[in-house]
């Protein structure tokens, strides 16, 4: 990461790591936090609960990362700092009613499928401006920027594409200091992902190795 940053003229504490968590065991959290991680991901409501309440005593900031159900919204919310996988305007108003009855705010990243890519999540590129006017008004809710899931299959050049348009379209909505995270890149392509922006990178089996089946 650290490289990656310096090639591209920025500070390598301009980027956050999320260590990707999910079906990892706690054990394997305890360890990442004694080695002085701070920031993980989970992708499912449930396991984030279970995890939370079982690593209660750590210094952890919890960022969800998957699709968040509306009907899991409750279980979620009381553990997490960041919800970086909004992608509708209907999640993120109850998200807000969540975070407002703790009397707190919640930050968020809207999830965008820059590449409009049949059967992703995330909103599409043409949504994003209207989705993201209307999270910014909602009281219990921090618009912070956006993320982006590209395709796995995809060679560099296209995965780089979805980076470079993914900070295109946070630049156009608003960009710094509005807007400061870009939530991109993963095992394979956080390099990549930081030399074109990424303030966050969501890495999992890099770290972790393989994760046991969900
Ligand atoms: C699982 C997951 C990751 C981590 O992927 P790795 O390839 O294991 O680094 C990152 N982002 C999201 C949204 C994920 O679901």
């Known amino acids: 990461m650290a490289r990656a940053a310096k090639k591209s003229g920025r500070q390598p504490g301009d980027v956050t790591l999320i260590a990707v968590s999910k079906l990892q065991p706690v054990s394997a959290i305890r360890e990442a936090v004694a080695a002085g991680q701070r ?30 159900q509306r009907n899991k919204v409750k279980l979620a919310a009381p553990h997490v700092s960041m919800v970086q996988s909004v992608d509708s305007v209907r999640l993120a108003q109850e998200l807000s009613a969540a975070a407002q009855q703790r009397n707190t705010a919640i930050d968020v990243l809207l999830q965008v499928n820059v590449g409009d890519e049949a059967q992703k999540s995330g909103c599409s590129a043409q949504e994003a401006p209207f989705v993201a006017e209307e999270l910014s008004r909602l009281p219990g809710l921090h618009l912070k920027g956006l993320m982006c899931i590209p395709p796995f299959d995809l060679d560099e050049d296209d995965t780089r594409r979805h980076f470079i348009a993914l900070r295109a379209l946070r630049d156009r909505l608003g960009g710094p200091p509005l807007l400061p995270h870009l939530s991109m890149g993963m095992s394979g392509d956080f390099e990549m992902a930081i030399e074109e922006g990424a303030t966050m990178v969501r890495v999992g089996t890099s770290i972790f190795g393989e994760r046991r089946r969900p």
Do not use: M, N, T, V
């Open 39 to 68: 920031d993980f991901g989970e992708s499912y409501a449930q396991e984030l609960d279970e995890k939370a309440r079982a690593l209660a005593d750590l210094p952890i900031r919890w960022h969800f990362i998957g699709h968040l």
